[in-house]
């Protein structure tokens, strides 16, 4: 039993919420017990409370594009990061979404994705769905994109996205037509 092994367990006993054994987290991604631990330092750092409420994600995630309004698309990952659709994000959900993101096949990050675009979460993404993400992404990228976009680019890419992944024309892409569709154009690449 080292003293780390033990201050470790009392910084982890004062904590808000305490995350699952590493054990378990570690079955359930794609790292190593050190590289939890490593991921598990950072969140407490910027999380003291070992939860992160969207603000706080918004926060964070506006500094890595200071030229643009990250705001909308923090929102939307938030979401997607918040599996129980409680309000907040734990270590747990964190780490298990940055597992499928770095180190997850093809199949799960598509339908990862396809979970982040599918803002009402009905299991299909329409276009105003799709409209929403991508101009999301264009204010995040900010005003100073080169080349300078036109204000319908948005609209223009949903439209040509819409038209390769809604297979049937029925209105809505599912999560089937989705992973077809990038598949599709990851062969071509």
């Known amino acids: 039993y080292s003293c780390d092994k033990i201050e470790d367990e009392l910084e982890m006993t004062t904590m808000c919420h305490r995350p699952e054994g590493l054990e378990q987290l570690e079955a359930q991604t794609n790292f ?62 964190f780490v298990i979404a940055l597992s499928i993101l770095l180190r997850g096949t093809v199949h799960e990050k598509l339908r990862w994705t396809f979970n982040l675009y599918d803002i009402n979460k009905d299991g299909y993404i329409n276009k105003e769905e799709m409209m929403d993400i991508v101009k999301a992404i264009y204010d995040m990228m900010g005003k100073y994109t080169y080349p300078v976009l036109k204000e319908d680019a948005p609209r223009q890419h949903v439209e040509v996205f819409f038209q390769k992944m809604d297979k049937n024309k029925d209105g809505v892409v599912t999560l089937d037509e989705f992973i077809e569709s990038c598949q599709e154009v990851r062969t071509k690449l």
């Open 32 to 93: 190593t017990k050190r590289e939890l631990q490593v991921l598990y330092r950072g969140f407490k750092n910027e999380c003291p409370s070992g939860v992160v409420n969207e603000e706080t994600f918004k926060q964070i995630y506006a500094q890595f594009f200071p030229h643009g309004d990250a705001t909308m698309y923090a929102h939307y990952l938030f979401n997607a990061f918040d599996t129980a659709q409680n309000g907040s994000v734990k270590f747990e959900d």
